[in-house]
């Protein structure tokens, strides 16, 4: 009987020491993931802002060449009044 309880605590012994490596390496994974995780987040925010101030720069540009052919219709309408008048 003894024998056979020495045996046993020994198979739990390697199981349990088999358990924590297991749940050690699963712990490592995890952590991993979360690393890479959270520099594809960090890119992705990087990118949203990038694309966000090329649309800003767009918009302004088209802002710039709405307002100069407003300024040059206006010229053309002032021109012409003066002209006629």
Do not use: C, P
Request: hydrophobic content about 35%; glycine content about 2%.
């Amino acid at each position: 009987i003894m024998m056979s309880q020495k045996r046993q605590e020994a198979k739990d012994r390697l199981r349990s020491f088999n358990d924590y490596r297991v749940n050690l390496k699963a712990e490592l994974e995890v952590r991993h993931l979360h690393e890479k995780l959270d520099y594809l987040i960090s890119r992705q925010w990087q990118r949203l802002a990038e694309m966000q101030q090329m649309q800003l720069d767009a918009m302004h540009e088209l802002t710039a060449k709405k307002q100069k052919r407003a300024t040059r219709g206006v010229r053309r309408r002032t021109a012409k009044v003066e002209v006629e008048g």
